[in-house]
């Protein structure tokens, strides 16, 4: 998608957030209406008050609730220019669709008119036989293009740039530069950084707009070009790209191939569906759910892979919590003769689980935004170890007090839950502390290491340290 | 901090990104070392081969290993235009250390050079007693400015707006209007989107700068102008802000006060921190902790501020907790009876809880990134229901077989588990999917409901459900 050209198009109306999606709202359900009555003109009548980001999220809601033909005989009745803007915008399962209703004439007009990053993002959601049929009917010279950014891998830097940048050479001065611009005609976010080029391909130093704009116009080029760049492999992985733009803040950053040779840029917009991509699969990961496409939006995924995403860490932990059982079981002795033992079991594994998570989640997060590194584990476990015997110390007195006074059970019950409390919360704090770092550190996904696991390994823990602990001051032989 | 003093100040080297990691740890470690015997040119001269953003970086280590009076030293004897940059890219605690330990001059010098964004939210960060002397340095025009945007909220689109932006008129040409770009000499990412105001400071259109470059030099800005813009008001939450970027994919967007007057912009560099500190936000309560100051680094927040942030929520799920240990003695007479049922009784408590908190983390990521609705719910609801369906019979069966054939008990025992571990998954599930819609419709932080408060509640009802399975199924009164 291409910045500029939203500044351009768009039909998006002044007024304040709420009133908007308020109007939002309500022109969905008239346009509904309208499509229930076939009303079609109207229809389109009522879409193109909206700006292409705004269509876009309309014909999303029209295509759940009204239908594929509906969607596709409203999207055919746009303007030829807007209804490839709005396509762009679509979620991928929703180009598909669209794809498979209209024409192959439509098809063609809509791929070559698509920005080519954007292009290439369609034909990557696309079944083989479509993407066939549509690199037929393209040029030679783009079809070549298309199917070298087609060969990398899904989530690398290569995957999301585009080839269309502006080249401009060291020994052009302003005024010859900035003619070059204006003849290429660009008028997208891709403009504000121009690359100059050395030799053949490979890439020298970068120039922005903003200087060339500010500098007099008999400058050479090669006095406002800076060498020192920062720059992405093709293969850098898409996280890799991500951390780049947030920690130098640009609006582009040129990516190069194994030999050094300048062959696409990625733009900050892109960026942003990036981190929230990613982010989101941290999130998923963190609570045990395994998405290996994270872009899908939930209500689009099927009822069986949501099954198959959730299945492979609730296994992992029944048998987990099978085996804590069996633990458990080893201390029948014990629990048949002091009962009660039993009501507090669930306080010891509960409070075991949640202040591990809560250690888990504040390392994983500080990992992945890189507030803590490797070298920081002895600061992390000492600054654990600390919160952790406060809490502990806490928690104990809070449920000391209880079970004494509230309960009215005997103090060796009460100093049981106690004492396990305070040996739970501190192993389970280090341990929530640790886990993630030693994922990190053997090349595991740290996220991984949040809720599911914290929980199985400190349940297990828990209830051995607490009917150990009653075994022992209770005085009953195991 | 502005995207093209990067592109342009920068000293990166070309290389790639794990290369680079692994130079800059070593070389951070021969700073320390010449740190240590008071080297300083030389640590200075090491430290200049990196970029801005990297010296910040470096500094914030030196700082944390080497101690604050070390780091002052060598911050002093950076060039003064690099050490106005490496400034605005310190966290705000590291800033406070700074400006306490350099002279007054040193002070205004920063102050002055640094741009208006990045000078408020230092300011922001500063004791009242230093902003007060840095006001008194500041010339009377200026202070005015920087008390109105003191006064914005926080989290507001005021906070995060600079007041450096292009204005145009809109009967100027092209030419006249590139002329004026140029005078204005701003090479910063807020160049790229000129601002075209009516009357006094009402705004009346936006033009981008690739558009101006492109035109001829006789066309009217009104020509390229376009005044169905998107914007934003002063006080819009940030969360706001992130979203309208995310959604339009623009570079910059412009804020106006109550009367609709352009006041400022914000531009996307600045939001792609908004993101990462509201995603931390979130992720943070999803496991239960409450961080106000989230954008406080891990290591950076003292014992007790770690124990205040985690201890409200551990104390409600203590309660929460002895409730359902309360529940469970009722229920002494079946446990005493069949002891066996202890055991099971953590498989079927951490299976509700396990399989609620990923029910209720996709919902609330989907609601945070608007991939839900509230209208949606019944969707939710439905799918949540089918996929509880399926996963609990899995597990059931799985469970069944485990306790038949390898613990070796009772069909009726077996048959307990099972049957409330079908009850309770089921249950689990559409709870972690509905409770967050409710918290949305109640205008409560769906994130809140995550891990702590799925797990509270499904540990009371599974424990219920189960011992009254148990008590019916192997008839034994409660």
């Not at 509904?32 to 009548?45: F, G, K, V």
């Not at 780049?244 to 917009?269: C, H, M, Q, S």
């Not at 198959?308 to 804590?324: A, D, G, S």
């Amino acid at each position: 998608m291409t910045i500029q050209e939203n500044n351009t198009g768009i039909q998006a109306q002044v007024m304040d957030m709420e009133a908007k999606n308020q109007r939002f709202e309500d022109d969905l359900e008239e346009m509904l209406e309208l499509l229930e009555n076939s009303q079609y003109i109207s229809a389109r009548n009522l879409l193109l008050k909206y700006n292409e980001v705004d269509i876009g999220e309309m014909l999303e809601e029209v295509l759940d609730e009204a239908g594929v033909e509906k969607t596709i005989i409203l999207f055919r009745m746009l303007p030829k220019n807007v209804s490839v803007e709005v396509f762009s915008y679509l979620p991928g399962d929703d180009q598909v669709k669209v794809i498979n209703g209209i024409t192959d004439r439509e098809i063609s007009y809509i791929m070559e008119e698509m920005n080519f990053d954007d292009k290439i993002d369609v034909l990557e959601e696309l079944p083989a036989n479509i993407v066939d049929k549509i690199l037929d009917q393209t040029p030679r010279e783009e079809r070549k293009l298309i199917n070298t950014f087609l060969k990398y891998p899904e989530d690398s830097a290569g995957s999301l740039m585009t080839p269309d940048y502006i080249s401009l050479q060291e020994t052009m001065t302003v005024e010859e530069a900035l003619d070059h611009i204006k003849r290429q005609g660009m008028t997208s976010e891709t403009v504000y950084t121009c690359y100059v080029k050395h030799g053949g391909r490979e890439l020298k130093g970068i120039v922005s707009l903003s200087s060339l704009v500010t500098a007099e116009k008999d400058t050479k080029v090669s006095d406002l070009m800076h060498t020192d760049y920062v720059y992405l492999n093709v293969y850098d992985d898409q996280e890799d790209v991500a951390e780049a733009f947030k920690k130098y803040g640009f609006l582009a950053i040129p990516v190069v191939d194994n030999e050094n040779r300048l062959v696409g840029i990625v733009t900050v917009d892109d960026v942003m569906d990036v981190i929230e991509e990613e982010t989101t699969e941290d999130i998923e990961r963190m609570a045990g759910v395994m998405n290996d496409d994270s872009d899908v939006e939930y209500l689009d995924i099927g009822v069986f892979r949501h099954v198959k995403n959730r299945l492979p860490w609730l296994l992992f932990m029944t048998v987990t919590l099978m085996i804590t059982g069996t633990l458990i079981s080893q201390f029948e002795a014990v629990l048949s003769q002091v009962i009660v033992l039993v009501a507090y079991l669930p306080l010891l594994m509960g409070t075991g689980g949640n202040t591990g998570t809560q250690a888990a989640t504040l390392v994983i997060r500080g990992l992945s935004v890189d507030e803590i590194d490797l070298k920081d584990s002895l600061k992390v476990l000492w600054k654990e170890f600390r919160v952790s015997l406060i809490l502990g110390l806490v928690l104990s007195v809070f449920n000391f007090a209880k079970i004494m006074l509230i309960d009215g059970e005997p103090m060796m019950i009460a100093m049981t839950v106690s004492l396990s409390m305070i040996i739970v919360v501190t192993f389970a704090k280090i341990l929530g502390g640790m886990l993630p770092m030693l994922a990190k550190k053997v090349g595991v996904d740290p996220a991984l290491m949040a809720t599911p696991m914290i929980s199985s390994i400190t349940d297990m823990f828990s209830s051995c340290i607490y009917l150990l602990m009653a075994s022992i001051l209770l005085g009953v032989a195991i």
